[in-house]
């Protein structure tokens, strides 16, 4: 592919996954009022329901991410991406005309399925660049994500001032609409000589994750993202619920505080990422980038004001400098014709935590925000400072044996 249509596609890529994310924006702050709306549960059962709604969208992703990466290795990542959008908008719609719990359910089971295709938009990176290129590009993938984080939350706060409804449909069209200009515009980055067949016995998250592990660095990286993306379920699943609880914050507060944070996490992986690789390297990085997330968790666990809210959330945004940097060492290792196959494996270990984190971590704060026992909401931010921990020394150890390893080679 000719330097200018990759950067175009790449591009492209980039506004898909803007758009993914601004869609998952949007709902998160009008959840809690939704669900307390259809089943006038109180924040804290609310919660709970919340927590089950991920898990059944985390379980999805876990089974189809392997899947849906396989796939794109077979036929192409164009294809697989523009489906995966236009049903992705055609489920938003479902969720905004939901009646009842179950149709919630339904909804958020097919957008864990079409939310897999992080798998193939991260390999358009691999098939298009330079091993040494792709953590600044990683990166800015990561801050398109994050930029959907800026404005989808801000906007589903805001809209969810007058319809907590009307944050869904929004979601609905900006998906069906960035399918549509992709089907224009959206090149094939994956050249048909180097595809390989599909076999159900590797597009399996077992065998996916066990075929990937096979490469020391790359299993220990997994084993990494495990631990440090269950620490951060105590965000992805209790931030709105205990935002209103421990502070009483509104929709638009908490759509405020999620849109700063993507701003904060936007800079950091789309422009200080790349710098950060070629001033430090890759080994630097990663570990830079994790020991922020720690003080991170620690401040929203013991925050007694609102603007320790605020602190946390800038301390914290600097560990998104590990994830890009750790994708580039892992696809440096990786065959061309299986670079989906591990985006697929990636994402599965991360679906894997969303899968029982929420739960766990929605457990906890029920526990400790029930004013009749000991009070103390941010017990799951405490809860994940620990595992924050666990996933540095994990790291550490890993990336310590890969470079004793190559010397020794």
């Known amino acids: 592919m000719q330097e200018s249509s990759a950067n175009r596609t790449l591009i492209f890529v980039a506004f898909i996954v803007f758009i993914d994310m601004m869609g998952i924006g949007l709902i998160a702050p009008v959840m809690p009022a939704l669900l307390q709306e259809i089943s006038g549960a109180s924040v804290d059962d609310a919660a709970v329901i919340g927590g089950w709604l991920i898990f059944a969208y985390a379980s999805m992703q876990f089974l189809f991410a392997p899947i849906i990466g396989g796939l794109s290795d077979r ?7 523009l489906i995966t959008l236009a049903l992705l908008g055609v489920d938003y719609a479902v969720m905004a005309w939901a009646p009842t719990i179950f149709w919630l359910f339904v909804g958020r089971t097919i957008s864990g ?7 193939a938009a991260n390999s358009c990176v691999a098939d298009v660049a330079a091993p040494e290129d792709r953590g600044k590009l990683f990166g800015i993938l990561g801050g398109a994500g994050a930029s959907g984080f800026v404005i989808g939350p801000a906007l589903g706060g805001l809209l969810g001032e007058y319809d907590v409804r009307l944050p869904f449909v929004v979601a609905a069209i900006m998906a069906l609409l960035g399918a549509a200009i992709g089907a224009l515009i959206l090149k094939e980055t994956l050249p048909r000589e180097k595809r390989r067949s599909f076999t159900l016995l590797r597009a399996n998250p077992l065998g996916s994750v066990i075929q990937m592990a096979k490469t020391p660095l790359v299993a220990g990286f997994l084993l990494t993202f495990f631990v ?26 908490i759509g405020l505080s999620i849109a700063l944070y993507g701003i904060e996490l936007a800079i950091v992986q789309g422009l200080l990422t790349g710098i950060c690789i070629a001033k430090a390297g890759e080994k630097r990085t990663v570990l830079i980038g994790l020991a922020f997330a720690v ?36 696809t440096r290792l990786i065959s061309e014709d299986a670079q989906g196959e591990l985006q697929g494996a990636v994402a599965s270990t991360i679906s894997l935590t969303a899968i029982f984190g929420p739960i766990v971590m929605a457990a906890i704060f029920a526990f400790y925000a029930d004013r009749d026992g000991f009070y103390f909401p941010g017990a799951p931010f405490l809860f994940g400072a620990l595992l924050m921990l666990v996933s540095m020394i994990i790291c550490l150890v890993t990336i310590r044996r890969y470079y004793i390893s190559n010397e020794a080679e």
Do not use: N
């Open 228 to 253: 440090l993306q269950f620490a951060a379920q105590a965000q992805f699943g209790v931030w709105a619920y205990w935002l209103k609880e421990r502070f009483q914050w509104g929709e638009w507060d």
């Open 295 to 330: 003080p991170a968790y620690l401040v929203f666990a013991f925050a007694a004001a609102d603007w320790l809210v605020y602190l946390g959330i800038f301390i914290g945004g600097f560990s998104g400098l590990a994830f890009p940097a750790m994708q580039q060492m892992m």
């Open 75 to 81: 036929f192409g990542r164009r294809p697989v991406l």
């Open 113 to 119: 399925v079409m939310g897999a295709s992080w798998a």
